[in-house]
């Protein structure tokens, strides 16, 4: 369906991503190393780490949070004009009984 474009993003080379750069991976390679075993698929999360490309887990669980604040508190304010404007929900105020609706309490256990 969407036709055949140029990638609008360019995919890095692996070898930029080394688990020596990553002291928490490079503790798993020694702990691993220790026991006699070697994981070949370590380099593939080394990506997770790079704060210049992806952030900290802090600043990508704010965006996560609140990406979308300001276009909802927008989209809240035109709410609330466009309901004063057309005089929705005046005159709502009184819910539930005893509110001038010719009920009385005496009738109600």
């Not at 688990?19 to 994981?39: C, F, M, T, Y």
């Not at 508190?73 to 709410?79: D, E, G, H, Q, R």
Request: proline share 5%; glycine share 18%.
């Amino acid at each position: 369906m969407g036709g055949h474009h140029a990638e609008p993003y360019k995919v890095p080379h692996p070898s930029i991503y080394k688990v020596e750069n990553v002291p928490q991976l490079l503790e798993v390679k020694e702990s691993l190393a220790r026991q006699g075993l070697r994981d070949p698929w370590l380099r593939n999360e080394a990506w997770r780490y790079e704060k210049k490309g992806f952030g900290t887990h802090a600043s990508r669980l704010s965006t996560f949070m609140f990406r979308g604040l300001g276009v909802g508190f927008c989209a809240f304010l035109v709410t609330i004009g466009v309901e004063y404007a057309l005089g929705i929900g005046k005159g709502q105020g009184g819910h539930g009984h005893g509110h001038g609706d010719g009920h009385d309490d005496k009738g109600h256990h």
